[in-house]
């Protein structure tokens, strides 16, 4: 079988997505019956059928499900590759670190004191430090396990520490020196706020859903949610919040992450200067 072009799989792509043919051809610029052309050829090629076509538009086949999953995959990587390198040919630029906003704060600047090199930092909100790490818009990452998606990647381990609870300050609770998973997890005036899985569905729970640490802040400061946290990352809290250790929550591991395949002397540099930082003082937690 002759190999895919990207140019068809990103024909495939929008009339998959949009499971009408003119809509896709809008989209896409262009006239609807090379379009049409285009993706007949493909199923020829494969020798399976993609679509049901219909008179209000097209339903995809199992078979177009899985190309579908697959060409989102196979064009991200090509545009992650653009990316990288495009960056690679440019001497001058700094190196990209993504860490989800209020995390590890003293860790970061401590990092970015010791860096060799210019370093420009990227902020994200929780669980997209992958999603940049993998498509080029960023060379490294400060992640956190269990709670991020390390998969495919190179890493090194910096530090661990334990969690807090932050709560509103007018809450019972906040008066309290330490706390349990039992005691947070069963209030029922506080619920605990939820945050997305990996794959972008929520836990069940009464607690608000939140995607956004602004969100979050927030809600907590009003008196609607609760959340439980790494230690370091409390450098966000209001002066409404009050943070209380949970002493029987999981411990969490700071790693800084790269892609598997890098040859970057800058981030090899990088990353032994974060390993030096966790051979030095601890950071405080």
Same mark, same amino acid.
């Given at each position: 079988?002759?190999?895919?072009?990207?140019?068809?799989?990103?024909?495939?792509?929008?009339?998959?997505?949009?499971?009408?043919?003119?809509?896709?051809? /809008?989209?896409?610029?262009?006239?609807? @019956?090379?379009?049409?052309?285009?993706?007949?050829?493909?199923?020829?090629?494969?020798?399976? @059928?993609?679509?049901?076509?219909?008179?209000?538009?097209?339903?995809?086949?199992?078979?177009?499900?899985?190309?579908?999953?697959?060409?989102?995959?196979?064009?991200?990587?090509?545009?992650?590759?653009?990316?990288?390198?495009?960056?690679?040919?440019?001497?001058?630029? @700094?190196?990209?670190?993504?860490?989800?906003?209020?995390?590890?704060?003293?860790?970061?600047?401590?990092?970015?004191? *010791?860096?060799?090199?210019?370093?420009?930092?990227?902020?994200?909100?929780?669980?997209?430090?992958?999603?940049? !790490?993998?498509?080029?818009?960023?060379?490294?990452? !400060?992640?956190?396990?269990?709670?991020?998606?390390?998969?495919?990647?190179?890493?090194?381990?910096?530090?661990?520490?334990?969690?807090?609870?932050?709560?509103?300050?007018?809450?019972?609770?906040?008066?309290? /020196?330490?706390?349990? !998973?039992?005691?947070?997890?069963?209030? @029922?005036? !506080?619920?605990?706020?939820?945050?997305?899985?990996?794959?972008?569905?929520?836990?069940?729970?009464?607690?608000?859903?939140?995607?956004?640490?602004?969100?979050?802040?927030?809600?907590?400061?009003?008196?609607? *949610?609760?959340?439980?946290?790494?230690?370091?990352?409390?450098?966000?809290?209001?002066?409404?919040?009050?943070?209380?250790?949970?002493?029987?929550?999981?411990?969490?591991?700071?790693?800084?992450?790269?892609?598997?395949?890098?040859?970057?002397?800058?981030?090899?540099?990088?990353?032994?200067?974060?390993?030096?930082?966790?051979?030095?003082?601890?950071?405080?937690?």
């Amino acid at each position: 079988m002759h190999d895919l072009e990207t140019r068809e799989l990103r024909y495939f792509v929008a009339v998959a997505e949009e499971l009408h043919f003119g809509r896709a051809a /809008d989209r896409l610029g262009i006239a609807q @019956p090379p379009l049409s052309r285009a993706v007949r050829q493909l199923e020829q090629r494969l020798g399976v @059928p993609l679509l049901d076509r219909n008179r209000r538009g097209a339903t995809l086949t199992d078979a177009g499900e899985v190309l579908l999953r697959e060409a989102r995959t196979a064009l991200d990587a090509v545009a992650a590759a653009a990316r990288r390198t495009r960056r690679a040919g440019d001497p001058n630029r @700094p190196l990209v670190l993504v860490t989800k906003a209020g995390a590890s704060h003293e860790l970061l600047q401590r990092l970015l004191d *010791t860096a060799a090199a210019p370093v420009e930092i990227l902020l994200c909100e929780v669980g997209e430090q992958a999603g940049l !790490l993998r498509d080029g818009h960023a060379d490294v990452a !400060l992640m956190h396990r269990p709670f991020d998606d390390l998969a495919g990647f190179d890493t090194e381990d910096l530090c661990v520490e334990g969690q807090v609870a932050i709560l509103p300050a007018t809450h019972p609770l906040a008066s309290h /020196d330490r706390l349990t !998973l039992a005691d947070v997890q069963n209030v @029922p005036d !506080l619920p605990i706020a939820r945050w997305p899985r990996l794959d972008g569905t929520y836990p069940d729970g009464p607690g608000p859903e939140v995607r956004t640490q602004s969100k979050l802040a927030q809600l907590v400061a009003l008196g609607r *949610t609760l959340l439980v946290i790494p230690a370091s990352s409390r450098a966000w809290q209001w002066p409404e919040h009050v943070a209380v250790p949970v002493v029987d929550a999981p411990d969490v591991t700071t790693v800084i992450a790269w892609p598997p395949n890098s040859r970057s002397r800058a981030v090899a540099a990088l990353v032994r200067a974060a390993a030096d930082l966790r051979e030095q003082a601890p950071v405080r937690t």
